[in-house]
């Protein structure tokens, strides 16, 4: 256990629709990663939260959006959805800014699959 | 920009057999290099990692060398357990810091 909790584990919706996804840091981590994983693409960075603030952006689109609250936990929110868009979501968390900074513990993962 | 390649799998070993998955990188500078494994149905799982140029990195039997010559990562291990069976994945910190960049990743399947 990483100790990263991510919620719904799985999640089927239809195109057009909306989801918010939600994730639990470690205990005091203040870095949040959000990924995206597909058997096309492989793993691809969306975006990162630092206590609370954005501090990088990756492959992430429009339709797509974060947050990072003040209890630490981060939800990222996908809209107007695609049959793209089906992947596992992964977040991950880091009590460092940067990667190699300290160990990044990843969670188990948000499966979402759009019909 | 920076990016990982990693060889492509599966990679099919009898159980005691000796593992090179092969990992180079392109990048400006010399960034941070890991390895992270998946197992079934869980998130990845940092391995082992190397900050500098000739760093060796080691965990579980595993190694790698950080090569600057070769820009590469590649992982090792003397003798894998069906255990070991997984997704292994290479990746680097990006320039900016922001980031780990990954490869495609390489799935080991070891049969006893």
């Known amino acids: 256990d990483s100790g990263v909790t991510q919620t719904p584990k799985h999640l089927i919706t239809a195109t057009g629709q909306r989801v918010t996804l939600r994730c639990s840091p470690r205990?005091?981590?203040?870095?949040v990663y959000w990924y995206q994983q597909s058997l096309d693409q492989g793993l691809q960075f969306l975006i990162q939260y630092y206590n609370g603030e954005e501090r990088a952006k990756g492959n992430i689109l429009e339709r797509f959006s974060a947050q990072q609250f003040p209890d630490l936990h981060s939800e990222l929110n996908l809209s107007s959805l695609e049959l793209g868009d089906s992947a596992l979501y992964f977040c991950?968390?880091?009590?460092?800014?940067?990667?190699?900074?300290?160990?990044?513990?990843f969670g188990e993962g948000s499966w979402l699959t759009v019909v | 920009g920076d990016s990982v390649t990693q060889m492509e799998g599966p990679v099919t070993l009898s159980e005691e057999a000796f593992l090179t998955i092969n990992c180079t990188y392109t990048a400006t500078g010399y960034p941070s290099l890991f390895w992270y494994v998946q197992y079934p149905g869980e998130g990845l799982q940092l391995l082992l990692k190397a900050t500098k140029a000739d760093d060796k990195g080691s965990n579980k039997g595993f190694e790698a060398t950080y090569r600057k010559e070769t820009t590469s990562f590649h992982l090792e291990k003397g003798s894998v357990q069906v255990s070991d069976s997984a997704v292994y994945f290479c990746a680097l910190e990006n320039q900016a810091g922001t980031a780990l960049i990954f490869g495609k990743g390489t799935t080991l399947s070891v049969s006893s």
């Open positions: 205990s005091g981590d203040l870095s």
């Open positions: 991950a968390s880091s009590s460092e800014k940067q990667p190699s900074g300290n160990t990044i513990y």
